[in-house]
């Protein structure tokens, strides 16, 4: 039942039936990684993927959760963040170190970097969209974070605060024409110009105005910072800090129990 309501809770449906095939009920690559790390935080398991492709219906997954050798059960942690301090050093997590030997033997490839492009409609306020990324780069610590060759291996730094910038490019005085034959340019060198992991910063924010009530908001960042399942929680804090400082409010996003770095150090 636990797991049927975390592939339910995954998929956006109201029911999973623990005998229908998952791939049928629309289960992709990205929906079996959120699952297999929802198993773990529950079930303190190390379900792989291709564990879970095999498996298919909910029915087997529980089997391997209930059959995994001791080898696959992973150490509870105390849910207790780490100490902070100012440029403190940490190690990398199983996940960030596979990318680490990458960007290390092609250090100028782009193959990590990542975006996400928004149509915004209506006035947007840009004073007010730097004051809602700058509290989103304070909030979470990976925003901050930079990735260095220690003297036991790599380590990835946290870093103070910073304010963060926006590209802003008013695209208003072309025609429909040019203006799409610029924007699609520059979005493409933007996601084209690489980032050096050892130095901030790893994400990178454009705004390009297209019209008085219409604009296309770019983020860029490396790998590092974030992938595809934390793009939906991002967004909505940009959203809800974003609407809290234009009207004048104080955002009230809930705490963090933890950062990316207390994984990597409980892992």
């Known amino acids: 039942r636990r797991l049927a309501a975390m592939a339910a809770d995954i998929l956006g449906v109201a029911h999973v039936p623990v005998d229908r095939s998952l791939p049928m009920l629309g289960a992709n690559s990205l929906a079996l990684i959120r699952l297999a790390a929802a198993i773990a935080a529950d079930q303190g398991v190390d ?14 997954v529980a089997d391997l959760v209930r059959d995994a050798p001791a080898s696959a059960r992973l150490l509870r942690h105390t849910g207790t963040p780490g100490a902070r301090g100012d440029d403190d050093c940490f190690p ?13 033997l092609a250090p100028d490839a782009v ?8 149509l915004l409609h209506g006035p947007v306020d840009v004073d007010a969209l730097r004051a809602a990324l700058t509290r989103i780069v304070s909030r979470h610590e990976i925003l901050r974070t930079t990735f ?32 799409a034959s610029e924007l699609a340019q520059r979005i493409r060198a933007a996601v084209a110009t690489g980032f050096d992991v050892a130095k901030l910063p790893l994400v990178r924010w454009h705004l390009f105005r297209l019209a008085p009530q219409a604009w296309r908001l770019l983020q860029v960042e490396h790998h590092f910072a974030h992938d595809g399942w934390s793009a939906q929680l991002l ?24 950062q990316y770095r207390d994984f990597a150090v409980w892992y």
């Not at 379900?47 to 087997?60: D, G, K, N």
């Not at 990398?92 to 290390?104: F, H, K, P």
């Open 235 to 258: 967004l909505t804090e940009i959203r809800d800090t974003y609407d809290a400082i234009v009207t004048g409010n104080e955002p009230a996003l809930p705490d963090l129990p933890a």
């Open 47 to 60: 379900v792989s993927i291709s564990a879970l492709f095999t498996a298919r219906t909910i029915a087997q």
């Open 148 to 179: 260095h060759n220690g003297p036991d291996g790599p380590v990835q730094t946290i870093h103070e605060p910073w304010p963060a910038t926006i590209d802003v490019v008013d695209l208003t005085g072309l025609d429909d024409e040019a203006r």
């Open 92 to 104: 990398l997590s199983g996940q960030q170190e596979q990318i680490w030997v990458l960007t290390q």
């Open 111 to 118: 193959a990590y970097n990542t975006q996400f492009s928004l």
